[in-house]
C-alpha cells in the first residue's frame, strides 16, 4: 500500500523547520536604480531602472512591521541600486530604527556629502559600507563606470568620519585587482575603516560575465589573508573601542580576523574557514553558525525592489513575494529556504568533513550549475584529508541558538544579554553557564558575566567595549571650533 501525500502534514513540518531560524541581517534593495553601471553588479543597476514596481514608503513600513515579528532586533542593511536615490530612505531608515533594528546603509558614496551624513545620524543610520575595488583611482573608475567615482567614495569616507559615523570598505575580488590586497588594507587603515569587507565574485548579474580567481588563487589569497592576522595568535585593537561593524553582525560572511586596528572579513568564500581550521583548530575566528557558516536562508535572507525573498543577494531565487503574502510566511514555509536549513549538499560538498562549518557557497554553486545545492566550484579541497570525519564545532562557538537558561540569572544579568547582538545571545548564554557549573555558581550575575567577557578579552586578546551610537551632532572636538 502506497502511502499519500499529506499537504498539511508538509506544510507543518516546513513550519516547523522555519521556526527553528530567525531572520538575524536582511539586506533590502530598495532600488535598481543606481548612479554606477559596475562591471560586476548581481542587480544589473542602472540609472534610468524602472521604478514603477519598487516599495512605496507604507509597503516598506509594513514589511518592516512584518519583520519585527520574527526578529525585533535585527540587522537591517539598506541598500540599492544606490540607495539614496530614493527620496525617502531617511524616513525608513528612522522607521526602522524606532521599532529597534540596527540600521546600516550600502552606498558608493559619491552621493554622500554632509548634509546626507547628518540625516544618516538623524535617521538612526549607524554606519555605512562604500565599495573601493582598487588602490588606483584610475582603475577603480574605470570599473565603475563613472569617472571620479574614487575621488567621490574617499571623500564619503571622510565626511563619515567627521560626522562620527563608521563605515566599512568592501572590495570585490577578481582576478584583475586580486594582487591589490595588502594595499587595500594599507588604504582601508590609512582612511579610518572600521571594516574591509573581500567580496569573492558570484558569477551573477553583469558579474556573469567576468572570470573568478582560480580555487589556487582562493587558498593562496584565504591562506594569506589567515596568516597575516595571526591565526592562533592574540591579535587586538590599540584603542579597545568597537563599533557598529565590530561584531559578526553580517551573517552571510565570516570574519576573518584583524589586521591592527582593522578588522577584515572573507564574503561568499566560506571555504576562508576550512583554510583556518587547518592552520588552527584553536582559532577564536571559527565562531559559526549552527548547521554551516553559509546563513543564506537561515539566518540571513534578501529583500528584492518589487519584494522577491530571496537567501541571499547573488541567489535569484524567490522564496516568495512581500507583495503576496507576509515576510513571517515566507520565512517560516518556503521551501527554497527550507532546502538550505537542512542541505543535502551534492558532489564534494556533500563529502566534505567540513560541510558543517563550511558548507560551501551555495550562491555560487547556483550561478554555476544552477542548483543551490551542488558543490563548490571555487574550493580545491579534495574530501578524505581528515579520514571523512565531520568536524563540528562546540555550542561555545556557534552563533544562532536560542538562549536556553539552566541556572538562574538575575534580573541585571538578563538585562545584559539583550543587549549583546540577538544572534550571538545563546552562544554567549551557554559561555557563561559553562564556566558557571565548573566554578560550582548557582546564579548568574552581572558580574559573573563580566569575568567570563574578560577571560575572553586575555584570550583573543582584545576588548569588547563598543562605542556609543547617538542621533544627536556628535560634540566638537577641543580645537575644532
Request: include cysteine.
Given at each position: 500500500?502506497?502511502?499519500?501525500?499529506?499537504?498539511?502534514?508538509?506544510?507543518?513540518?516546513?513550519?516547523?523547520?522555519?521556526?527553528?531560524?530567525?531572520?538575524?541581517?536582511?539586506?533590502?534593495?530598495?532600488?535598481?536604480?543606481?548612479?554606477?553601471?559596475?562591471?560586476?553588479?548581481?542587480?544589473?543597476?542602472?540609472?534610468?531602472?524602472?521604478?514603477?514596481?519598487?516599495?512605496?514608503?507604507?509597503?516598506?513600513?509594513?514589511?518592516?512591521?512584518?519583520?519585527?515579528?520574527?526578529?525585533?532586533?535585527?540587522?537591517?542593511?539598506?541598500?540599492?541600486?544606490?540607495?539614496?536615490?530614493?527620496?525617502?530612505?531617511?524616513?525608513?531608515?528612522?522607521?526602522?530604527?524606532?521599532?529597534?533594528?540596527?540600521?546600516?546603509?550600502?552606498?558608493?558614496?559619491?552621493?554622500?556629502?554632509?548634509?546626507?551624513?547628518?540625516?544618516?545620524?538623524?535617521?538612526?543610520?549607524?554606519?555605512?559600507?562604500?565599495?573601493?575595488?582598487?588602490?588606483?583611482?584610475?582603475?577603480?573608475?574605470?570599473?565603475?563606470?563613472?569617472?571620479?567615482?574614487?575621488?567621490?567614495?574617499?571623500?564619503?569616507?571622510?565626511?563619515?568620519k567627521a560626522e562620527g559615523l563608521d563605515f566599512s570598505l568592501h572590495m570585490s575580488v577578481m582576478p584583475w585587482n586580486v594582487s591589490e590586497i595588502p594595499a587595500m588594507i594599507d588604504l582601508a587603515r590609512a582612511l579610518g575603516a572600521k571594516v574591509l569587507n573581500f567580496f569573492f565574485l558570484v558569477q551573477t548579474g553583469r558579474?556573469?560575465?567576468?572570470?573568478?580567481?582560480?580555487?589556487?588563487?582562493?587558498?593562496?589569497?584565504?591562506?594569506?589573508?589567515?596568516?597575516?592576522?595571526?591565526?592562533?595568535?592574540?591579535?587586538?585593537?590599540?584603542?579597545?573601542?568597537?563599533?557598529?561593524?565590530?561584531?559578526?553582525?553580517?551573517?552571510?560572511?565570516?570574519?576573518?580576523?584583524?589586521?591592527?586596528?582593522?578588522?577584515?572579513?572573507?564574503?561568499?568564500?566560506?571555504?576562508?574557514?576550512?583554510?583556518?581550521?587547518?592552520?588552527?583548530?584553536?582559532?577564536?575566528?571559527?565562531?559559526?553558525?549552527?548547521?554551516?557558516?553559509?546563513?543564506?536562508?537561515?539566518?540571513?535572507?534578501?529583500?528584492?525592489?518589487?519584494?522577491?525573498?530571496?537567501?541571499?543577494?547573488?541567489?535569484?531565487?524567490?522564496?516568495?513575494?512581500?507583495?503576496?503574502?507576509?515576510?513571517?510566511?515566507?520565512?517560516?514555509?518556503?521551501?527554497?529556504?527550507?532546502?538550505?536549513?537542512?542541505?543535502?549538499?551534492?558532489?564534494?560538498?556533500?563529502?566534505?568533513?567540513?560541510?558543517?562549518?563550511?558548507?560551501?557557497?551555495?550562491?555560487?554553486?547556483?550561478?554555476?550549475?544552477?542548483?543551490?545545492?551542488?558543490?563548490?566550484?571555487?574550493?580545491?579541497?579534495?574530501?578524505?584529508?581528515?579520514?571523512?570525519?565531520?568536524?563540528?564545532?562546540?555550542?561555545?562557538?556557534?552563533?544562532?541558538?536560542?538562549?536556553?537558561?539552566?541556572?538562574?540569572?538575575?534580573?541585571?544579568?538578563?538585562?545584559?544579554?539583550?543587549?549583546?547582538?540577538?544572534?550571538?545571545?545563546?552562544?554567549?548564554?551557554?559561555?557563561?553557564?559553562?564556566?558557571?557549573?565548573?566554578?560550582?555558581?548557582?546564579?548568574?550575575?552581572?558580574?559573573?558575566?563580566?569575568?567570563?567577557?574578560?577571560?575572553?578579552?586575555?584570550?583573543?586578546?582584545?576588548?569588547?567595549?563598543?562605542?556609543?551610537?547617538?542621533?544627536?551632532?556628535?560634540?566638537?572636538?577641543?580645537?575644532?571650533?
Open positions: 500500500m502506497t502511502d499519500t501525500p499529506n499537504p498539511a502534514a508538509s506544510s507543518a513540518r516546513a513550519v516547523g523547520v522555519g521556526n527553528r531560524y530567525k531572520a538575524y541581517s536582511i539586506s533590502w534593495n530598495l532600488t535598481q536604480r543606481c548612479n554606477l553601471f559596475c562591471a560586476h553588479c548581481y542587480m544589473s543597476a542602472f540609472s534610468h531602472a524602472d521604478s514603477s514596481n519598487e516599495f512605496t514608503t507604507q509597503e516598506c513600513f509594513r514589511v518592516m512591521d512584518e519583520i519585527a515579528e520574527i526578529n525585533p532586533d535585527v540587522f537591517l542593511i539598506l541598500t540599492g541600486g544606490e540607495p539614496l536615490i530614493r527620496k525617502d530612505i531617511f524616513d525608513l531608515a528612522a522607521y526602522g530604527t524606532d521599532k529597534g533594528f540596527t540600521v546600516v546603509l550600502g552606498t558608493n558614496g559619491v552621493l554622500l556629502r554632509e548634509k546626507e551624513a547628518r540625516a544618516m545620524r538623524r535617521s538612526g543610520i549607524q554606519g555605512a559600507s562604500i565599495s573601493l575595488d582598487s588602490t588606483d583611482a584610475k582603475k577603480h573608475d574605470e570599473f565603475r563606470k563613472l569617472p571620479h567615482s574614487f575621488r567621490d567614495a574617499v571623500r564619503a569616507t571622510q565626511i563619515l558579474g556573469a560575465e567576468i572570470a573568478d580567481i582560480k580555487p589556487e588563487q582562493y587558498e593562496e589569497m584565504l591562506t594569506y589573508l589567515a596568516k597575516a592576522q595571526g591565526v592562533g595568535q592574540a591579535a587586538g585593537r590599540a584603542d579597545g573601542l568597537g563599533s557598529v561593524f565590530d561584531q559578526p553582525e553580517d551573517p552571510w560572511t565570516m570574519p576573518a580576523g584583524r589586521s591592527g586596528e582593522l578588522i577584515l572579513r572573507a564574503k561568499c568564500a566560506p571555504h576562508f574557514r576550512r583554510i583556518i581550521y587547518q592552520l588552527d583548530p584553536e582559532s577564536s575566528l571559527l565562531k559559526n553558525y549552527a548547521q554551516g557558516s553559509c546563513p543564506a536562508g537561515k539566518y540571513y535572507c534578501r529583500i528584492s525592489p518589487n519584494g522577491d525573498v530571496t537567501p541571499c543577494p547573488y541567489m535569484p531565487v524567490a522564496a516568495g513575494n512581500l507583495r503576496q503574502q507576509s515576510f513571517a510566511e515566507i520565512w517560516r514555509s518556503a521551501p527554497a529556504l527550507n532546502d538550505l536549513r537542512d542541505p543535502k549538499l551534492g558532489g564534494r560538498c556533500g563529502e566534505c568533513e567540513f560541510s558543517e562549518i563550511c558548507g560551501g557557497c551555495r550562491c555560487r554553486a547556483y550561478a554555476a550549475y544552477g542548483d543551490y545545492l551542488a558543490e563548490d566550484p571555487a574550493c580545491g579541497y579534495q574530501p578524505g584529508a581528515y579520514g571523512g570525519r565531520r568536524i563540528a564545532l562546540p555550542q561555545e562557538q556557534t552563533f544562532g541558538l536560542e538562549v536556553t537558561m539552566t541556572l538562574a540569572w538575575s534580573e541585571g544579568a538578563k538585562e545584559r544579554l539583550k543587549r549583546l547582538p540577538s544572534f550571538a545571545r545563546g552562544m554567549v548564554a551557554r559561555s557563561v553557564e559553562r564556566y558557571a557549573g565548573e566554578q560550582g555558581i548557582t546564579q548568574i550575575t552581572p558580574e559573573v558575566m563580566r569575568v567570563v567577557r574578560e577571560q575572553a578579552e586575555v584570550r583573543l586578546g582584545r576588548r569588547f567595549n563598543f562605542s556609543e551610537f547617538s542621533r544627536e551632532a556628535p560634540a566638537l572636538k577641543q580645537g575644532d571650533a
